[in-house]
């Protein structure tokens, strides 16, 4: 266990990852997972029925482009972003929504679809500071057609069941099916971190709009490394200040 002095690691100026956390997690040793496994159908049914009601709320993964091959096959309809919630979503799944509120420092939480014959590329998470908690809502096929790869380590994935890793170690994913394939991720902050889950969240929010304002916008891409670390941190800031009155309201 870090102490509570531990600085945790962020990718947008972190560089690779070098920490020493494990690819996967025990599930043994975080008893939040039951809460998941035995109420997984309740969740896949909210999450589902949400979706049909309007199938345009799922979009492709915005924050990097570059993400899946073929583009725009990773598609997420959330719930809850690095404690900035969709209020609309969140209304239509109440009892999802009950249950993520009994889960430890639950800061994210989303509906993943990875489309047929389609990849994830290999990428970094944007901390070490939670664990990553995938858990299969319809999985098309085990491996290794369908699957996950964390480092060197391979698993599938099953329906009602969870599976956590390290979302700072390099991982991939894959669909090589001729159907979709349904998790539902969420960010759990580490118990060591609690303390510090709304700088931790601003910080990761603060990288996702960088990246998106420099992926949208070539001229940023042309300036110093100064300048994107400047607009970075006023974003942090921002985010600090509104995190806390957002999930007030």
């Given at each position: 266990?870090f102490?509570?002095?531990?600085?945790?690691?962020y990718?947008?100026f972190?560089g690779?990852?070098t920490g020493d956390h494990?690819s996967?997690y025990?599930?043994?040793?975080?008893?939040?997972?039951?809460i998941?496994?035995e109420?997984?159908?309740?969740i896949r049914?909210?999450l589902?029925?949400?979706?049909?009601e309007?199938?345009?709320r799922?979009q492709?993964y915005k924050i990097?482009?570059?993400?899946?091959?073929?583009?725009q096959?990773?598609?997420?309809?959330g719930?809850m972003f690095?404690r900035?919630?969709n209020?609309?979503?969140?209304?239509?799944?109440?009892e999802?929504i009950?249950l993520l509120?009994?889960?430890?420092?639950?800061?994210?939480?989303?509906?993943?679809?990875?489309?047929?014959?389609?990849?994830?590329?290999p990428?970094q998470?944007?901390?070490?500071?939670?664990i990553?908690?995938?858990?299969?809502?319809?999985?098309?096929?085990?491996?290794?057609?369908?699957?996950?790869q964390?480092?060197d380590?391979?698993?599938?994935?099953?329906?009602?069941?969870?599976?956590l890793f390290c979302?700072a170690q390099?991982?991939?994913?894959?669909?090589?099916?001729d159907?979709r394939r349904?998790?539902?991720?969420?960010?759990i902050?580490?118990?060591?971190?609690?303390?510090?889950?709304?700088?931790i969240?601003?910080?990761?929010l603060?990288?996702?709009?960088?990246q998106?304002?420099?992926q949208?916008?070539e001229?940023?891409?042309?300036?110093k490394?100064?300048?994107?670390k400047?607009?970075?941190?006023?974003?942090?800031?921002g985010?600090?200040v509104?995190?806390?009155?957002?999930?007030?309201?």
């Open positions: 266990m102490s509570r002095s531990t600085q945790p690691w990718s947008i972190g690779r990852y494990p996967f025990d599930k043994a040793d975080q008893p939040w997972t039951k998941l496994e109420n997984w159908l309740v049914d909210e589902f029925e949400l979706l049909e309007n199938p345009e799922l492709p990097n482009h570059a993400m899946a091959f073929p583009p096959q990773w598609k997420t309809m719930l690095w900035l919630k209020r609309h979503n969140c209304k239509r799944c109440p999802t009950k509120k009994a889960l430890p420092g639950c800061t994210s939480a989303s509906l993943s679809i990875l489309e047929p014959q389609s990849n994830i590329n990428h998470g944007d901390t070490d500071a939670v990553r908690c995938h858990m299969g809502l319809k999985i098309p096929a085990p491996l290794p057609d369908c699957g996950f964390v480092r380590k391979i698993k599938g994935w099953q329906e009602g069941v969870t599976l979302d390099t991982h991939t994913a894959w669909n090589h099916t159907l349904y998790v539902m991720i969420l960010d902050i580490r118990p060591e971190y609690q303390h510090r889950k709304n700088d969240c601003a910080h990761v603060a990288s996702a709009m960088i998106m304002l420099y949208k916008y001229f940023l891409r042309r300036r490394r100064y300048v994107k400047s607009i970075y941190h006023v974003l942090r800031v985010f600090a509104y995190l806390p009155i957002h999930n007030l309201l």
